[in-house]
């Protein structure tokens, strides 16, 4: 059983889950399906992924209660507005066969567009209409929090971010502790670059019979976040959720501190990049 994390509002979210971004419904549906019958419970997805059918399709195989799947999915650029946020989170429900989601975020912040709070006035009404658990934000930096919290008195539940050993975000994941909101990890696992190779988490799995992979994700959970690695092959699927039985020490933290770069994978900076 994965552990949970109590989020501002109370509600409980799996401290580590699945990430979808890439495939189509046909192979979402069957990795969700895998994923599910491995111990995961939770599941982020975005309306941008175009996967939300097959990710509703999989929690309907798993055989699985509803109430014990977590299903995150996240509000495109092109949605973003007081009125298309409420249609767009009907649009979602609506692919993924579902009559609520535990979590809904504004996928990014895209302050050009100046929407963002807009976007977050309407989210905060329909969490009110139970058609949501908790809200929060994707790729938002402190002075986009600060523009909600000056909006709004509905604190983010959540702030996914790029966060891994190469990009560890010490000063965004401490505004986010500050604020009461939990730091998920996109890309935990820096999508697999160079990173898993480095001999300094070889070295450090090594003594806990652990790959490089599970190390790294330790380091996540260890530290209070909760990172949503993607794999589409069964034994890593299974050996991504087995990171609840060891515990890194001081020096092994500080060892996989010496290999923050500052990189990001994509170049996703929140201030400019743009999707839609
Ligand atoms: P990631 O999870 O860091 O890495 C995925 C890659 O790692 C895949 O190529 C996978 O290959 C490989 N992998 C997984 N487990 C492994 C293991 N145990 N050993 C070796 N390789 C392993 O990258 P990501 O997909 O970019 O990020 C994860 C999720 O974050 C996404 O799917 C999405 O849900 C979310 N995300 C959110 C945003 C945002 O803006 N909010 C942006 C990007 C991503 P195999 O499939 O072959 O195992």
Redesign the pocket.
């Known amino acids: 059983m994965v552990p949970t994390v109590t989020l501002n509002n109370g509600v409980e979210m799996p401290r580590l889950g699945l990430?979808?971004?890439?495939p189509g419904d046909e192979e979402t549906r069957r990795r969700v399906r895998e994923a599910l019958s491995l111990g995961y419970r939770l599941v982020?997805?975005a309306a941008r992924y175009g996967n939300e059918v097959g990710v509703g399709q999989g929690i309907a195989d798993s055989g699985i209660s509803r109430e014990d799947v977590f299903v995150g999915t996240?509000l495109r650029g092109s949605d973003q507005g007081y009125d298309s946020t409420r249609t767009a989170l009907d649009a979602s429900l609506n692919r993924l066969g579902l009559d609520y989601v535990d979590l809904y975020l504004i996928?990014?912040p895209l302050p050009r567009l100046d929407q963002y709070a807009e976007s977050w006035r309407a989210m905060a009404e329909m969490l009110a209409d139970g058609k949501i658990r908790a809200i929060g934000v994707?790729?938002f930096l402190p002075e986009h929090l600060d523009r909600l919290a000056a909006t709004s008195s509905v604190v983010p539940a959540v702030n996914?971010i790029?966060l891994?050993p190469r990009l560890p975000q010490r000063e965004q994941r401490a505004d986010d502790d500050r604020r009461g909101i939990v730091t998920q990890s996109?890309?935990?696992?820096?999508?697999?670059g160079d990173v898993?190779n480095d001999p300094v988490l070889s070295s450090i799995g090594s003594r806990y019979g652990k790959?490089p992979?599970q190390v790294i994700l330790r380091w996540h959970v260890q530290q209070g976040l909760v990172p949503?690695?993607?794999?589409?092959?069964a034994d890593?699927l299974r050996?991504?959720l087995e990171v609840f039985d060891f515990e890194l020490t001081g020096d092994d933290l500080a060892q996989i501190a010496t290999l923050d770069s500052g990189t990001r994978v994509g170049g996703q900076d929140p201030r400019t990049h743009e999707e839609f």
Do not use: Y
């Open positions: 990430g979808t971004a890439g982020d997805t996240k996928h990014w994707s790729n996914q790029e891994h996109w890309s935990p696992l820096a999508k697999a898993i790959t992979v949503i690695p993607k794999s589409g092959n890593r050996q991504n």
